[in-house]
T-cell receptor, first 111, second 118 residues
Framework: KQEVTQIPAALSVPEGENLVLNCSFTDSAIYNLQWFRQDPGKGLTSLLLIQSSQREQTSGRLNASLDKSSGRSTLYIAASQPGDSATYLCAVRGNFNKFYFGSGTKLNVKP | DAGVIQSPRHEVTEMGQEVTLRCKPISGHDYLFWYRQTMMRGLELLIYFNNNVPIDDSGMPEDRFSAKMPNASFSTLKIQPSEPRDSAVYFC????????????????FGPGTRLLVL
């Protein structure tokens, strides 16, 4: 069974710092990987979706990379802001359209 | 579009009672997903529909759980009878398709229903 792991579980950084969030998965047979943001008491908001044939996707200050062979993805956030504080989850779509989510990294960006 | 709409936002009920959660997906989206989120188990996919037809319900925990999608704009998740361990946040999400490519596969989540079973 696919397992998705996100390390660290929590991260605190000062405003303006560049940071990297990690996501690893055990089965490389995936169709795509998504990064989501979840604010307290709210639903998930999709940030970036990377198809299995792609290496990276960019949106504004966010850049997500995918290394399917090694089972890893990273979400890079440039020039972090307090408004970036949230929990970030990654999810993979595997065989038979199964979806697996990581437990998330809780990010706190200090002013 | 108003996004995915879920109701109620909060539900408190007693063990043994029937609970019905409701979802209205984004218009034009062919896929609808029901998830459950708890601190212990994280986010789990319960069931998803394609064009109102249930495709995969392997995540539904027990026979006490059932889901329906009578039309393209409405779905329900029912728990009967409810138990304290069902307490969680239940999310509904929708997407254009699973083979649409690119942003078409992005899932859009509703705000969730916070369920507490006493």
């Amino acid at each position: 069974k696919q397992e998705v792991t996100q390390i660290p579980a929590a991260l605190s950084v000062p405003e303006g710092e560049n940071l990297v969030l990690n996501c690893s998965f055990t089965d490389s047979a995936i169709y795509n990987l998504q990064w989501f943001r979840q604010d307290p008491g709210k639903g998930l908001t999709s940030l970036l979706l990377i198809q299995s044939s792609q290496r990276e996707q960019t949106s504004g200050r966010l850049n997500a990379s995918l290394d399917k062979s090694s089972g890893r993805s990273t979400l890079y956030i440039a020039a972090s802001q307090p408004g970036d504080s949230a929990t970030y989850l990654c999810a993979v779509r595997g065989n038979f359209n199964k979806f697996y989510f990581g437990s998330g990294t809780k990010l706190n960006v200090k002013p | 579009d108003a996004g995915v709409i879920q109701s109620p936002r909060h539900e408190v009920t007693e063990m043994g009672q029937e609970v019905t959660l409701r979802c209205k997906p984004i218009s034009g989206h062919d896929y609808l997903f029901w998830y459950r989120q708890t601190m212990m188990r994280g986010l789990e996919l319960l069931i998803y529909f394609n064009n109102n037809v249930p495709i995969d319900d392997s995540g539904m925990p027990e026979d006490r759980f059932s889901a329906k999608m009578p039309n393209a704009s409405f779905s329900t998740l029912k728990i009967q009878p409810s138990e304290p361990r069902d307490s969680a946040v239940y999310f509904c999400a929708s997407s254009l398709g699973l083979l649409a490519g690119g942003r078409g596969e992005t899932q859009y989540f509703g705000p969730g229903t916070r369920l507490l079973v006493l």
